[in-house]
Every structure is written in C-alpha cells, then in structure tokens.
C-alpha cells in the first residue's frame, strides 16, 4: 500500500473520532510528520510510513522535540498503529 494512502485510512480513522486533523503538505520545518491532529486535548504527530520502512533521522528528531514537549509523536504504518 502506498504511503498516501495510509494517510488517507489514518486521518479518516481519526476523524471518525471526532480528532481535529491535518495534513500537513509543507513546513518552516524539515521532519515535520504528516499528520497533526488534537484528540480530547491531546496533541498528536504522526509520521506516515510505509511497511518496513523507517523514519529519517530530521523526522525521528522532529517526533523526539514533540515528545519533549508534551506531545504524542510516532511513527504509523497502519491505522491499527495508532491503537498501540
């Protein structure tokens, strides 16, 4: 499956939820993950990838300063990964 459409199940799934979800196409930041949502006051970033393939190491940095921040920051290859 590709990666966009991971995204698609993802964002669908936490909308569904009632989550404030975006896509994020481009930004001031290199790593910025895909996904940014806000779920009962929580904040969320996830990096979209697909099977197999893992996170660079800007995009593993940006996930580690939003956990610092107080965030929840992973990586995601299925919508049963954000269930994890």
Same mark, same amino acid.
């Given at each position: 499956?590709?990666?966009?459409?991971i995204q698609k199940k993802i964002i669908k799934?936490?909308?569904?939820?009632?989550?404030?979800?975006?896509k994020t196409i #481009? #930004?001031?930041k290199n790593?910025?993950?895909?996904?940014?949502?806000?779920?009962?006051?929580?904040?969320?970033?996830?990096?979209?990838? %697909?099977p197999g393939k893992k996170a660079t190491k800007i %995009?593993?940095? %940006?996930?580690?300063?939003i956990q610092e921040a107080?965030?929840?920051a992973f990586v995601a290859s299925s919508v049963e990964d954000l269930l994890t």
């Open positions: 499956m590709l990666e966009k459409d799934a936490l909308e569904k939820r009632g989550c404030w979800v975006v #481009s #930004s001031n790593g910025t993950p895909d996904i940014i949502a806000c779920c009962d006051g929580r904040f969320y970033a996830v990096e979209v990838k %697909q %995009q593993d940095f %940006q996930l580690k300063k107080g965030g929840i």
